[in-house]
């Protein structure tokens, strides 16, 4: 993978040849209507050129209003949506695909993702992922949530192997969850970083603090850089936007190798949200 670290327009190559910035606004919890569209346009504003969202998040209508009064070409920004649990298998998928695309209001998506490995029809699921992809309708296909028995399961079967797996992510898991990083990377599949602040929970943890206030940042912004210097894409959420900005000011200082240690050390098996460990 070619990847550069030099400010927002720093990007990573996917399988088929798609760039994607390494930095993205996450929008789940923002509220449908005016708190999605001004955080988006707070974040486009501050120079983010990457959105994720979700159906499930009920917002994509308002992540397409964002986008269009930013008064940027489409091209310029990369939006994700997510294909939610009960709309698997392979009709479904075409459907619900059609349905967020239009409420996005965009004639192409640049990456959908599975949310979740539900067992039973995700291979149905996947075939008609590969079919948007060959329709040009989304640029991009992957998965979110998948541990290594699913991809296995998936790399098994698949035409067009994900481009993508998102998971959470940050020093308070990342050893946890080696296995999954080290099979994406011998696959190919880019890792992206859901919940890399730890939903604000770990914000004031002594020895992130220490990191922090040796360098003169915030620890959101340590917690970013660290999925940085670790190749992740990092999708942080903020609604506000103050944070928004300082969550994407985090090209001005480099963490050390001992100092990357000191964070992987932290590892806890944080989990915030639900857990695909045991999914079967
Ligand atoms: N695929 C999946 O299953 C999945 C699951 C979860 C999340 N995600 C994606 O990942 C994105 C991020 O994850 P997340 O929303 O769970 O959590 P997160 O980004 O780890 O944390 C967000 C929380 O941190 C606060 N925050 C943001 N910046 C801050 C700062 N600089 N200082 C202090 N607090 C700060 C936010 O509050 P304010 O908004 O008030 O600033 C919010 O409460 C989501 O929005 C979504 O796009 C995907």
Redesign the pocket.
């Known amino acids: 993978m070619n990847v550069q670290l030099t400010g927002l327009s720093d990007t990573v190559e996917l399988r088929g040849g798609v760039h994607i910035p390494r930095l ?7 509220a449908a209507g005016g708190e999605t569209r001004a ?1 988006v346009t707070a974040a486009l504003a501050a120079g983010y050129r990457h959105i ?3 159906r499930v ?1 009920g917002n994509e209508a308002d992540v397409g209003a964002g986008l269009r009064a930013s008064g940027l070409d489409r091209e310029q920004v990369f939006v994700t949506t ?1 294909l939610w649990n009960d709309d698997h298998g392979y009709r479904r998928t075409l459907d619900a695909f059609e349905a967020s695309r239009r409420r996005l209001g965009l004639d192409y998506v640049d990456l959908y ?1 599975v ?2 490995p539900v067992p039973g029809l995700r291979l149905d699921t996947w075939r008609a992922m590969e079919h948007l992809l060959e329709s040009g309708r989304v640029r991009a296909i992957g998965v ?2 998948y541990m290594t028995r699913h991809l296995d399961e998936l790399l098994a079967n698949a035409e067009q192997p994900p481009a993508v797996n ?3 992510l ?1 020093p308070y898991n990342y050893r946890s969850r080696r296995d999954v990083v080290d099979l994406c990377r011998s696959a190919g599949i880019a890792v992206e ?8 929970s770990k ?1 004031t943890d002594p020895p992130l603090v220490h990191v922090a206030d040796s360098h003169g940042v ?4 340590v ?1 970013i850089r660290w999925g940085l210097q670790k190749g992740l894409v990092e ?6 936007p103050q ?2 900005a ?2 994407a000011d985090v090209y001005g200082f480099d963490l050390t190798a001992e100092e990357m240690v000191t964070l992987d050390s932290l590892d806890e098996g944080l989990v ?3 857990d695909p460990t045991h999914a079967p």
């Open positions: 993205g606004l996450g929008v789940f919890r923002a955080a994720d969202t979700a998040y997510k993702l949310h979740w979110s949530n998102q998971i959470e940050s970083a859901y919940s890399p602040l730890t939903k604000g914000l915030s620890t959101a912004q917690l999708l942080p959420k903020s609604t506000r944070r928004i300082a969550n915030t949200g639900w």
